[in-house]
């Protein structure tokens, strides 16, 4: 139940998230958001500043955080704020849920079912390589839980 649960939550942010792809429409101009949109608005670091309640140092400080990539959210949210914008904060996949779920089983359950193959290759057991794929789902099927996928090996 609690698979089909959370199967039917990842197809969700899947879709969700399938509008902002591909993320390098989203990367940030080399000087960073903070300092573009101010240009753009033509406010001086002084005048962000103010309507952030901090010095003109401060600001440029910011903006160089935000360009380095050790910005606190809290703190770049105040300055969007302050620019009346919206932080838009998300973490995008690389691919779907879903694929990232199944290659991370698949790669768990070929590494277990090699290391028994190779045993059982050492003590003239070998298996029919033909039925590894079989193998292999079978293995995920069975053995595998949605937690399990995690757990560092």
Request: some cysteine; overall charge positive; hydrophobic content about 40%.
């Amino acid at each position: 139940m609690k698979n089909d649960i959370r199967k039917r939550g990842r197809l969700r942010l899947d879709e969700r998230l399938r509008v902002l792809q591909p993320i390098e429409q989203f990367k940030a101009p080399p000087k960073g958001w903070v300092r573009a949109l101010r240009d753009a608005l033509g406010m001086t670091g002084a005048q962000l500043g103010t309507r952030i309640g901090v010095r003109p140092q401060t600001v440029e400080a910011i903006e160089k955080s935000e360009a380095a990539g050790t910005i606190q959210l809290n703190t770049l949210r105040r300055a969007a704020e302050a620019m009346d914008c919206t932080l838009v904060y998300a973490l995008v996949p690389n691919s779907s849920l879903g694929a990232v779920i199944e290659a991370r089983a698949r790669k768990i359950a070929t590494r277990e079912l090699q290391r028994v193959a190779h045993t059982m290759r050492l003590e003239a057991q070998g298996t029919d390589e033909a039925d590894f794929e079989s193998r292999v789902q079978a293995y995920i099927r069975d053995r595998l839980s949605e937690r399990d996928l995690w757990n560092e090996t």
